[in-house]
């Protein structure tokens, strides 16, 4: 190549910290959990198990019925979360037509797949989290009914649904302003792309 | 067919294997990570063999799998998008250098590093192709992009990487 830039060969050139991989390496990896689940995600597994284990082991010790249920709800919730995650994160496991097609028409799947799922987040995310979360900070409420701390319990009680509320709706807007960013990703490729 | 597949790996892992280790470097600057991501181009790469139907150049193949594989890599590591730029913002470089030198030419790869890592999509998938020594041509196969779009891009790093070492820009 005539008009090649010197700085392409110094590119190629450059000098690669030493990695091989075999055959059986590769093929054992492939096989493995390991190419599915990411660093990442494994610590993001690790806190939802730790997440339910909390909240089953508060079930079976809260000594007031409607507690145990804002706990057990929150536990499936969660459960659930972890479980979506899970689809996604196999979803976007590269796949080995997908691997093959041009760039652009993969990278624009991945980019519509992640806005959906920051867009979805209220039915997959925060939606299953919401019942156990009302149901416990209820519960704080109603039990203190006749006592002397009511009015403490009950302000603690709405506080927290308020705190909730606030927490979810900042977690949902931030997704919101993600998945824009995502989008306007998408127009960008589209555009170079010709689509 | 496995014995092709694993044939057509072990064949394309050689040839550029080299090319995969840079591309994973320019896709993600942390070393554990990188050593993630390049395992999964290979592993993507062994796999996709199993449907290679010949209707491309194994090169063009080798750096689809490639590219793919960062890209899904980058979307799932949700990086902070807006810290990242369009080439055509790109105003200042500092030090210019000249690439003779070996110390000089290892700053010089640290900055073409540093610019990959600044740019957003598709900007960072076209340079890192042309880098690579691809032509505009080559770029469109792997990438998809149009080719207004591809010389756009590669005219623009062109003149960049003229300002970086003191050239004239062609």
Known sequence: ?195 | MTRDQDARYADAAAQWGAALQRIARATEADPERRRDLLQDMHVTLWKSFAAFDGRCSVRTWVYRVAQNVAASHAVREQRDRTRLVALDTIEDIPDATDASDTVEAEATLKRLYALVHSLRSPDREVITLYLEGLSAEAVGEVTGLSPGAIATRISRLKSLLARMFHEAAP
């Not at chain 1, 910290?17 to 096989?31: C, H, I, L, Q």
């Not at chain 1, 990278?107 to 992640?114: A, D, F, I, K, S």
């Not at chain 1, 949902?172 to 989008?183: D, I, P, R, T």
Request: some cysteine.
């Open chain 1, 1 to 195: 190549m005539t008009d090649r830039d010197p700085v392409q060969d110094l590119w190629v050139n450059q000098q690669s910290e030493r990695f091989t991989m075999s055959v059986d390496e590769v093929r054992m990896r492939a096989g493995s959990l390991q190419s599915i689940v990411s660093r990442r995600n494994f610590r993001e597994y690790l806190v939802g198990g730790v997440l339910i284990v909390f909240f089953t082991a508060a079930t079976v010790f809260a000594k007031y019925p409607l507690s145990k249920l804002g706990c057990a709800l929150t536990a499936i919730g969660v459960a659930f979360v972890m479980w979506r995650l899970h689809v996604v994160v196999r979803a976007g496991t590269v796949s080995d037509v997908a691997a093959a097609g041009d760039w652009a028409q993969f990278y624009r799947g991945e980019l519509v797949r992640q806005r959906d799922a920051l867009l979805g987040i209220w039915w997959w995310y925060l939606g299953p989290l919401i019942p156990g979360s009302i149901v416990y900070w209820l519960a704080i409420g109603i039990r203190s009914i006749g006592t002397a701390s009511a009015v403490w319990e009950w302000a603690v009680a709405v506080g927290g649904l308020l705190l909730t509320a606030v927490v979810f709706g900042w977690v949902a807007a931030a997704n919101k302003q993600a998945a824009a960013g995502l989008q306007a990703e998408i127009a960008l490729l589209d555009r170079a792309s010709g689509r």
